[in-house]
């Protein structure tokens, strides 16, 4: 991920290096050189790149010997941990718009993670996808994010609408039980999804807390932060976030570039100075799903040559095999 596509809210890492210190590990002296004085006056780390964040979780996790080190940050983000989102939530008349603008203005609280609302009959689905991959720190990030989306939705609607499942598409680790009982509702692993699941049923029951003039003025602050974030990313990141918007249907280089309010040519010629392309995004996003579905075991390569958009069993094949060295069905095996 380029730096310039990376965006973290430093109050996210002061959780991160606060849970550290509370579990008695020093701070790691790289991390203390990069702190500056904040807006109270206390040092806080302003910045980091995304290495600089990968670093961080992977040492944090070493050294307090902690696999589960991402399910007790997410535990500990309260409401107020995210900005004027979380504000905008617990502002919203009803559950459907509180998790309609988590869908439409998540960025602004962090790039790691996107976010779509898929309802499905009875149930409503909030489903996280990475942008880019997270490689190693993957469980990390997904657990601690989807704990404190998951605690947010509790705490607008008091309870009335319970998470009823909750899917990550790596494997169970040795700290599912903690997992569970954190989440209070199944926890299910090696999923071809990543979120949770709740009841359709509520999603319109008015909120308690809901204040329309307040959830005006907060989401006039969201669009202004999402266009201030939008305007410094680079549009190759703003393109890979449309087609994994759109799985299972990639939209055209056309589609995308007027989605994108710019002609096809500006498309190509402006991804072309980033260097890269419309087909090379393509394919970095279907080698990155088809991997991880083959991993999950959920569906069939038919299927998955399918939800990646190859009409042929064989292309899919050839096209695995050009990226992994391997057939995906050895890949599987």
């Not at 609302?117 to 880019?132: I, K, M, Q, W, Y």
Request: charged share 20%; proline share 4%.
């Amino acid at each position: 991920m380029a730096d310039t596509d990376f965006f973290l809210p430093s109050q996210y890492v002061q959780q991160i290096a606060g849970q550290m210190t509370r579990m008695g590990v020093r701070l790691p002296d790289w991390l203390l050189q990069l702190q500056r004085p904040g807006l109270n006056g206390e040092l806080e780390v302003q910045h980091l790149s995304f290495a600089d964040f990968q670093r961080l979780v992977r040492e944090a996790i070493a050294l307090t010997g902690e696999p589960a080190f991402g399910l007790l940050v997410g535990e500990r983000l309260l409401v107020h941990s995210h900005g004027i989102l979380g504000y905008a939530a617990v502002n919203s008349l009803s559950l459907r718009q509180a998790l309609q603008l988590m869908e439409r203005y998540f960025l602004v609280r962090t790039s790691l993670l996107s976010v779509q609302v898929v309802t499905d009959g009875a149930l409503t689905r909030l489903v996280f996808s990475e942008p880019h991959p997270l490689g190693d720190i993957r469980m990390p990030v997904m657990e601690a994010v989807i704990l404190t989306i998951k605690n947010l939705v509790d705490y607008v609607t008091l309870g009335v609408c319970q998470v009823a499942t909750v899917s990550f598409p790596f494997e169970a680790p040795a700290h599912a039980d903690l997992a569970r009982e954190l989440f209070g509702c199944e926890v299910r692993y090696g999923s071809d999804w990543t979120g949770f699941a709740l009841s359709s049923e509520h999603l319109d029951q008015p909120l308690r807390s809901g204040n329309p003039e307040a959830l005006r003025e907060a989401e006039q602050l969201c669009q202004q932060e999402l266009a201030k974030l939008t305007r410094q990313q680079t549009l190759s990141a703003r393109v890979r976030r449309l087609m994994l918007e759109k799985q299972g249907g990639f939209p055209t280089l056309q589609v995308s570039a007027r989605l994108l309010n710019m002609t096809p040519r500006t498309l190509h010629r402006r991804l072309q100075d980033e260097g890269t392309s419309y087909r090379d995004i393509l394919e970095d996003i279907r080698h990155h799903l088809a991997v991880e579905h083959i991993k999950a075991g959920k569906l069939t390569l038919q299927e998955v040559a399918y939800m990646l958009g190859y009409d042929d069993l064989s292309n899919f094949r050839r096209a695995f095999k050009r990226w992994e060295g391997v057939a995906p069905s050895a890949f599987r095996a």
